[in-house]
């Protein structure tokens, strides 16, 4: 009996160790087996893996050079965004690279992370390799710019002094203002961001309470200091844009503690240096007047004299013929001395604006039409040919008869002095529903070297070598008289064509002004 026990206790535990030697045998090559499918299956992972990288390199990098697809790379509608891009500082753009780079690869690894039927079998396939494609593509495009950038050093140099980086550091370089720029702009931020942060932590942990006390602090705090420097950087504006107009007046007020305190007190500064430059050069101006209506006054009274005793000279003749002939040149050259003297003069009270002026209806075109007879003689004796074309035989208006007929003359006789021989003078005069428009053209016979503008200056001559009679006040008298009267003069060259249009108002009623 036991006997038979011992030998059925030991077939029992060989059994048992039998089948434990079997399921380990078994086991082992389970494990062989899936080590060997699961090796095999990581290789083939990783082929497609670094197969779709490949590909996606190289679609990324041949399809912009097909010409076929550089339209459906380069659409339309992408223009705005290239346009945007061009103007981005330079290191924005090298982080857009590094960004485009950073996600290509991060989109390689996470192909390798996602299980292998998964990936082949599913859209996340379609989509993962079209954003590698496009990040690879927009880091070309990226690349592509640096590459033509780096050639040219001097656009290179230009474009990093304009980056962002060096705006920052030119901007805390300012001083005080930069640095207080800085300071609410991180102030802002950490705000912003701690809100945001509360009302997150608040849905997890109801820390209502904390929440409303940091809004308050927030409200009573942060906002009124970014509120103030708005509304300090508004009036700034506001009263750059007055004195930039010509209100030298405006004051910028401003509280002195906000971060454009300093620069409202330095345009102010400026403003105050204007307006004190225009009251010295308006000063000067009334005492160059007061210097010339003096002076002409005093030239005057000898000048009446020397006038009256060459006629009296020329009374008591006859004197021998060369006598005759100083007294000639004598005559000659007293009336021109006159004639600048009542330029002078003129142009003098023109500038002070005291004259008067004696407003009424008069025929514009017989005051143009006797200025024209008074150089009739000059012209016929010249080479000259004048060209007048009146649209009416009669033409009112409201003007200044006198002084009208004056700007008339001064801008014939500039014609008659200036023109080229053997050219012509056209002289045009017509009428709109509220306006008179005049027009004279001759061809100048001396190279206009400076602005057509500065002629209206006092003293300024197209012949500047001054070979012709004239005082080059004609022109400054005529567009005092012109503006008086509420009209507009310009000057139009073009090559060797001089023009002259005046535009005057037709005015209604009758009456005597004075200018003062």
Known sequence: MDIRLKSRTV????????????????????????????????????????AIGAGSCAVGIVLPKVPAFKPMLNPRFLEPVRKGFNR?????????FIICVTAFGFLFVLCAQVPY?????????????????????????????????????????EQWENSYAITVYKGLATGRTGMGALLLGITTAIAGIG??????LSIYTGWTTAIIAYLVLYLLLVVPYVMKNVYAYHQLVRGAEQIAGGD??????????????????????????????LENKIKSERLKSELITNVSHDLKTPLTSIINYVDLIKQEGPYAEQVNHYVEVLERKAQRLNVLIEDLFEASRMASGA???????????????????????????????????LEKPHIYAQLDGRKTWRVFENLISNAYKYSLPQSRVYIVLNEGEHDVFFHIQNTSQYEIEHDANELFERFKRADLSRHTEGSGLGLAIAKSIVELQ???????????????????????????????
């Open 88 to 96: 981005l500082p330079i290191d924005i753009r090298i982080i857009i």
């Open 355 to 389: 004259i008067e002026l004696d407003i009424q209806e008069v025929d514009v075109a017989a005051l143009l039409t006797q200025a024209m007879a008074e150089f009739s003689d000059q012209f016929e004796q010249s080479s000259l040919t004048m060209r007048v074309k």
């Open 248 to 277: 030298l007046r405006a004051v910028i007020k401003g509280n002195e503690h906000s971060l454009f305190s300093g620069l409202a007190l330095h345009v102010n500064n400026m403003r105050q240096g204007y307006s004190i430059m």
């Open 486 to 516: 509420g009209g507009e003069i310009a000057i139009e060259v073009s090559g060797d064509q001089f023009n002259v249009r005046i535009q005057l108002p037709k005015g209604t009623g009758s009456s005597s002004i004075r200018k003062e």
């Open 195 to 200: 809100v945001w942060h509360l009302v997150h």
């Open 117 to 157: 039927g998964i990936f082949l079998f599913s859209i996340y396939f379609i989509l993962n390799l079209a954003a590698m494609v496009a990040s690879l593509y927009v880091a070309q495009a990226v690349g592509r710019w640096g590459h033509t950038l780096f050639k040219d050093q001097a656009r290179l140099h």
């Open 11 to 50: 077939a029992a535990i060989a059994l048992v160790a039998t089948l434990f030697l079997i399921c380990l045998l078994f086991m082992v090559l389970i494990d062989q087996l899936i080590n060997t499918y699961y090796f095999s299956y990581m290789m083939e992972k990783i082929f497609v893996t670094f």
